[in-house]
């Protein structure tokens, strides 16, 4: 994305803005509103978009080095994740109008972010009440998922030209038990703007 100069989220601790940039859309960030209710997490995700919005350039700095907090334990992990995909289901309507004014490439990515849960989600659903009603392996369902995860591991891959990324793959298994579930809850409460860490 980096390319198109629009990476999608400047992440909070590792981002810098001009102060031009900031000052030009300072009234709509510190207004941000959902359903007509003040939102404030997200903000980096908002904040880029409004960016994008505005004509401006975001881009990716490789050689650039920052510290961060990051959750130890699972309790405020899932809060982070619940927050994150609240913001990212939120954003994601806004950034749609403004996706094709950037690239077809960003479009297609975007989407694909969003609909990769969802196709997952029906998966896991399909093999389970396969399961439930025929008690036999549903191994449509788990042929679907490991192909999912084999096709995006190995983009991510060739992509950063780093066969660590493969590794990824052991993530679907916190992504079905866990992530899956968070983001169904996180779809159905979007309103809510609870921080959840304080």
Not at 33 to 38: E, I, Q, V
Not at 135 to 158: G, H, L, Q
């Amino acid at each position: 994305k980096a390319r198109f100069g629009a990476v999608m989220c400047c992440c909070g601790p590792c981002a810098m803005y001009r102060r031009s940039a900031l000052l030009l859309l300072l009234d709509q960030y510190e207004t941000q509103l959902f359903r007509g209710k003040p939102s404030d997490f997200g903000e980096d995700r908002h904040l880029t978009i409004l960016m994008l919005k505005a004509g401006l350039r975001t881009e990716y700095v490789p050689d650039a080095i920052a510290a961060t907090i990051v959750p130890d334990r699972l309790g405020p992990y899932l809060r982070q994740q619940l927050r994150w995909a609240r913001s990212t289901f939120r954003d994601t309507l806004l950034a749609l109008r403004l996706l094709p004014s950037l690239d077809r490439y960003l479009t297609l990515d975007v989407v694909g972010q969003n609909l990769g849960p969802l196709l997952l989600a029906l998966s896991v659903l399909a093999g389970l009440a396969q399961f439930v009603l025929t008690a036999t392996v549903p191994w449509s369902a788990v042929v679907m998922i490991a192909s999912m995860t084999i096709i995006r591991c190995s983009v991510a891959a060739f992509r950063a030209r780093q066969l660590r990324f493969l590794g990824f793959s052991l993530h679907t298994f916190i992504n079905v038990f866990l992530l899956l579930p968070l983001k169904a809850y996180a779809l159905c409460t979007l309103s809510n703007s609870d921080w959840l860490s304080r």
